[in-house]
């Protein structure tokens, strides 16, 4: 069993950055993929990016592509988004989540493949 903890969500101004991390533990001596999605008031959640178990590959929704960036930590269990260039509609819930089945060393994360979760990390964004 692993246990997913996000952190750094809180308020930032449009236009502004980012940078949520989460901490895996548990199973950490394997390393798995991981990814974040987010919900929004009113609205399902959706997929934001993800990052294969050793690095290699990342995929991004449309909608964040060019301002967020999905990246492993130097330890296993971390990962990172980087948000940049933040808009209102980017406010939402993140939450960290994890696939813990192993995968050949060039898979793509896909977004059906998660189904472990954290608890989640408020961002907004307004001025």
């Known amino acids: 069993q692993v246990q997913l903890e996000e952190s750094g969500g809180g308020l930032v101004e449009p236009g502004g950055s980012m940078r949520l991390s989460c901490a895996a533990s548990?199973?950490?001596?394997?390393?798995?993929?991981m990814g974040w999605f987010r919900q929004a008031p009113g609205k399902e959640r959706e997929f934001v990016a993800a990052?294969?178990?050793?690095?290699?590959?990342?995929v991004y929704a449309d909608s964040v592509k060019g301002r967020f960036t999905c990246s492993r930590g130097d330890t296993r269990s971390t990962v990172y988004l980087h948000m940049n260039s933040l808009k209102p509609e980017d406010t939402a819930v993140y939450y960290c989540?994890?696939?813990?089945?192993?995968?050949?060393?060039?898979?793509?994360?896909?977004?059906?493949?998660?189904?472990?979760w954290g608890q989640g990390t408020q961002v907004t964004v307004s001025s």
């Open positions: 989540a994890l696939d813990s089945r192993f995968y050949p060393a060039d898979y793509v994360p896909r977004p059906t493949d998660f189904s472990s």
């Open positions: 548990g199973r950490t001596f394997v390393s798995y993929n």
């Open positions: 990052v294969s178990w050793n690095g290699r590959r990342t």
